[in-house]
């Protein structure tokens, strides 16, 4: 039995004070795999020895036990097989349902626009502009929206490069060859990963310049970021959709484009005058 189903068949059990701590706790699962003791009870208004009391009451050895089956649990919930069959099945036809997956896209977009500070996007800008390199971390998922960025910035002449956190070694090769005043751009979807989570706190903690884009608030990185990006990823189909998280990085892009203008147009001018050498 899964840890949430756990804790919904203890519930009438529970004090007053448990169940708070249990509501959290469901309805926060994606957050609960990554969150510190010290988080949570502020979050709950509950000292750190009842939460731990409570962990033991549902089975769980340790705080760290706690994390580890809600981290198991997000991974099943969006990669079982399952998942994909209930909605496919649920889906009579195309000409029926393209309403809806039209509809929960366009609400995707909309709820990242809406969400959009635009002194955010001008510091970001900002960040970017003024930095000597740009740094983009993502995995999964994520990745996709990270390569996007790869290219819009390369094509505005931005220095940019992907960052890989995939082992210890690759991390400090990349950390001690990195250039000075550079700008992290982090990607992060569930499911979180611990390395991209453990890597943005690491690089908070140096002092290092982060823009993050994630899925809200709530997510394990967005407190760690100088400008946080955030976007609705539900789907009807998929675990994660990045169509919102694309509205944003256009707008950035459209954003440093304008900054960028000028070495922009010297470029345009520069490749006009090679097409014509080249061609006579």
Known sequence: MNITKRIRTQYTSFSKTQRKIAD?????????????????????????????????????????????????????????????????????????????????????????????NVDDIKDATKLIKEASRVYLIGAGISEAVTNFLLLRLKYLGISAEIFNVTSDHLVSLQMSKRLKNSVFIIVSLPIYTKLVTGFTKYLKEKDNSIIVLTDSVESPIAKYGN???????NSVLFFNTITGLISISNILLTSLAIEFKEDILNSIEQLKAFEEIFND
């Open 24 to 116: 959290y706790l469901l309805t926060n699962s994606n957050r609960v795999a990554f969150i510190t003791l010290k988080d949570l009870s502020e979050e709950v208004n509950s000292a750190e020895v009842t939460i731990l009391n409570f962990c033991k009451k549902i089975g769980c050895n340790s705080f760290v036990d706690l994390k580890r089956e809600f981290q198991d649990y997000i991974k099943l919930k969006s990669s079982h097989p399952d998942r994909l069959a209930n909605v496919l099945s649920n889906i009579e036809s195309i000409d029926s349902n393209l309403a809806d997956i039209i509809s929960s896209e366009m609400q995707c977009i909309e709820d990242a626009i809406n969400k959009i």
């Open 227 to 233: 400008v946080v990006f955030t976007s609705s990823t």
